[in-house]
């Protein structure tokens, strides 16, 4: 029920035709996170009736205080309580025709869930498909397309764009709990591909000759053929199959059970959306074998991470703050889209890494965790520790492009930089400082600051992360 914090701020081009509403925590509402704040262009996913009824409405009641609630009793300087829209949609299903025994609990979440659905189909999925699903035309998806994508209507970035109209941490999120019709979209999108396999490999598979292929109307083109072409011939060569009735024979029933099933690394088994739903689930007190269900991990995966995570939230900075937890007791997250997208990169580069060079992994994590900065995301190297410096830049450029890295260092005037592979790292110096500190690069756009960059707190979400998850990651015993 975050709308019924919106005050008439929040709305931007109040007085204009195309409107955009700008989510963001206030004394009535909070978000999860701060990368929940967002920009939602209204004037384009609202119909050209709605828009107009909502123009009216706000243009004819923000009154004198645009800080005041849009949602609001005209005697009351508050927003209206949760549970007031929640009676009327209530009153309002009333009068829908149900089912004998059929009295499903609705909510507004509900909603939510049909519009990341919807949003998915218009963004992704094709028009016929969208007009058949839904009431819109091809004048709506076009300004839907526009209004979320801009200009560019097919770039990659389409399901960050739609994560970011819902406030998710990453598409996944919005892919895997509320786009209810991706095996459909999949689906549609398959069969209207035109997928071509050689000849070679339709014989290998099936024992169809080229002849035979040609005899049934196949569109050969460079011994490719067309898979649509084939069709009825495929299922009537496997409808008319004979098959012999499989031999039970098993000599040794504890082949049956994968002896390296157990010994498969907990790393990267998981998405960061499932483990990060856990430990919030974990926090709230729900049953840990309920919290598993829920977000489909192995009970035994699910102990293992959170007892992982209990030991982590124990280590300390050198003042005995929590190095890696807020005061809810869980990480402490990510905040920018950019972010997001780098997380991506980090998670397959740190897989290879792992895999190629197991020491460097275990070296570039044990230092992150026992000297990252509390206060902001950086490890700090003395002048004299230039050698570690230099293997954590190497280690660093693996993990990440160079430019993705930031160094604030001494000013040059007081240390000689004779450091080569700091090149095509972002860098900033100052007088004061004695340390070279190192971290993942952010756009810092505070316009009262003088640098241009400043640390992410990605990299400590990140060994948070892998800390809890690779189980030959030692973790320190309540470090200082």
Request: glycine share 4%.
């Given at each position: 029920?975050?709308?019924?914090?919106?005050?008439?701020?929040?709305?931007?081009?109040?007085?204009?035709?195309?409107?955009?509403?700008?989510?963001?925590?206030?004394?009535?509402?909070?978000?999860?996170?701060?990368?929940?704040?967002?920009?939602?262009?209204?004037?384009?996913?609202?119909?050209?009736?709605?828009?107009?009824?909502?123009?009216?409405?706000?243009?004819?009641?923000?009154?004198?205080?645009?800080?005041?609630?849009?949602?609001?009793?005209?005697?009351?300087?508050?927003?209206?309580?949760?549970?007031?829209?929640?009676?009327?949609?209530?009153?309002?299903?009333?009068?829908?025709?149900?089912?004998?025994?059929?009295?499903?609990?609705?909510?507004?979440?509900?909603?939510?869930?049909?519009?990341?659905?919807?949003?998915?189909?218009?963004?992704?999925?094709?028009?016929?498909?969208?007009?058949?699903?839904?009431?819109?035309?091809?004048?709506?998806?076009?300004?839907?397309?526009?209004?979320?994508?801009?200009?560019?209507?097919?770039?990659?970035?389409?399901?960050?764009?739609?994560?970011?109209?819902?406030?998710?941490?990453?598409?996944?999120?919005?892919?895997?709990?509320?786009?209810?019709?991706?095996?459909?979209?999949?689906?549609?999108?398959?069969?209207?591909?035109?997928?071509?396999?050689?000849?070679?490999?339709?014989?290998n598979v099936t024992g169809i000759n080229?002849?035979?292929?040609?005899?049934?109307?196949?569109?050969?083109?460079?011994?490719?053929?067309?898979?649509?072409?084939?069709?009825?011939?495929?299922?009537?060569?496997?409808?008319?199959?004979?098959?012999?009735?499989?031999?039970?024979?098993?000599?040794?029933?504890?082949?049956?059970?994968?002896?390296?099933?157990?010994?498969?690394?907990?790393?990267?088994?998981?998405?960061?959306?499932?483990?990060?739903?856990?430990?919030?689930?974990?926090?709230?007190?729900?049953?840990?074998?309920?919290?598993?269900?829920?977000v489909n991990i192995d009970l035994h995966?699910?102990?293992?991470?959170?007892?992982?995570?209990?030991?982590?939230?124990?280590?300390?900075?050198?003042?005995?703050?929590?190095?890696?937890?807020?005061?809810?007791?869980?990480?402490?997250?990510?905040?920018?889209?950019?972010?997001?997208r780098l997380l991506s990169s980090l998670?397959?580069?740190?897989?290879?890494?792992?895999?190629?060079?197991?020491?460097?992994?275990?070296?570039?994590?044990?230092?992150?965790?026992?000297?990252?900065?509390?206060?902001?995301?950086?490890?700090?190297?003395?002048?004299?520790?230039?050698?570690?410096?230099?293997?954590?830049?190497?280690?660093?450029?693996?993990?990440?492009?160079?430019?993705?890295?930031?160094?604030?260092?001494?000013?040059?005037?007081?240390?000689?930089?004779?450091?080569?592979?700091?090149?095509?790292?972002?860098?900033?110096?100052?007088?004061?400082?004695?340390?070279?500190?190192?971290?993942?690069?952010?756009?810092?756009?505070?316009?009262?600051?003088?640098?241009?960059?400043?640390?992410?707190?990605?990299?400590?979400?990140?060994?948070?992360?892998?800390?809890?998850?690779?189980?030959?990651?030692?973790?320190?015993?309540?470090?200082?």
């Open positions: 029920m975050g709308s019924l914090g919106l005050r008439y701020i929040d709305i931007e081009g109040l007085n204009s035709s195309s409107p955009s509403l700008v989510v963001r925590s206030n004394p009535y509402r909070d978000l999860k996170t701060a990368g929940s704040n967002r920009r939602i262009p209204i004037y384009a996913l609202l119909q050209p009736d709605e828009l107009a009824l909502f123009i009216r409405y706000t243009q004819s009641t923000v009154g004198l205080n645009p800080r005041s609630f849009i949602f609001t009793l005209s005697s009351e300087k508050t927003p209206i309580d949760d549970h007031v829209p929640l009676q009327l949609l209530r009153r309002i299903l009333q009068d829908i025709p149900k089912k004998p025994g059929n009295k499903p609990e609705q909510t507004f979440h509900a909603f939510r869930h049909t519009a990341v659905t919807n949003l998915s189909l218009v963004l992704c999925g094709d028009t016929e498909l969208v007009k058949a699903l839904t009431d819109y035309n091809e004048e709506d998806i076009k300004r839907i397309k526009y209004g979320v994508l801009g200009e560019h209507l097919n770039a990659q970035d389409r399901w960050y764009a739609l994560s970011g109209i819902m406030g998710h941490l990453s598409p996944q999120r919005s892919f895997e709990y509320y786009n209810h019709i991706a095996v459909l979209m999949a689906t549609y999108a398959l069969s209207g591909a035109n997928i071509k396999l050689p000849v070679v490999a339709i014989n080229r002849k035979r292929l040609k005899e049934n109307d196949a569109i050969i083109d460079h011994n490719d053929v067309s898979l649509t072409s084939v069709r009825k011939l495929l299922f009537r060569s496997l409808s008319q199959r004979k098959y012999e009735a499989p031999r039970l024979c098993i000599k040794n029933t504890t082949l049956l059970v994968d002896s390296q099933s157990r010994t498969e690394t907990l790393f990267m088994r998981y998405g960061m959306n499932s483990i990060w739903f856990l430990l919030q689930q974990n926090a709230l007190g729900i049953a840990l074998n309920q919290a598993a269900i829920m995966d699910a102990d293992i991470i959170i007892n992982r995570a209990r030991k982590v939230a124990n280590v300390t900075s050198s003042h005995d703050n929590p190095r890696f937890i807020g005061t809810n007791g869980l990480p402490k997250s990510i905040q920018y889209k950019s972010d997001y998670q397959s580069s740190a897989q290879k890494l792992r895999d190629n060079s197991l020491d460097d992994w275990q070296w570039f994590i044990a230092l992150c965790q026992e000297h990252l900065s509390y206060s902001k995301a950086f490890v700090p190297f003395s002048i004299k520790e230039k050698k570690a410096l230099r293997r954590f830049i190497k280690i660093a450029k693996q993990l990440l492009p160079a430019k993705n890295w930031l160094v604030a260092h001494p000013a040059a005037s007081q240390v000689h930089l004779n450091l080569a592979d700091m090149k095509g790292l972002r860098s900033i110096s100052k007088d004061s400082m004695g340390t070279f500190n190192i971290g993942i690069a952010l756009i810092d756009n505070r316009s009262s600051v003088n640098d241009k960059w400043q640390f992410s707190p990605l990299l400590r979400f990140f060994v948070y992360m892998v800390l809890i998850t690779d189980e030959e990651l030692v973790i320190l015993d309540n470090a200082s």
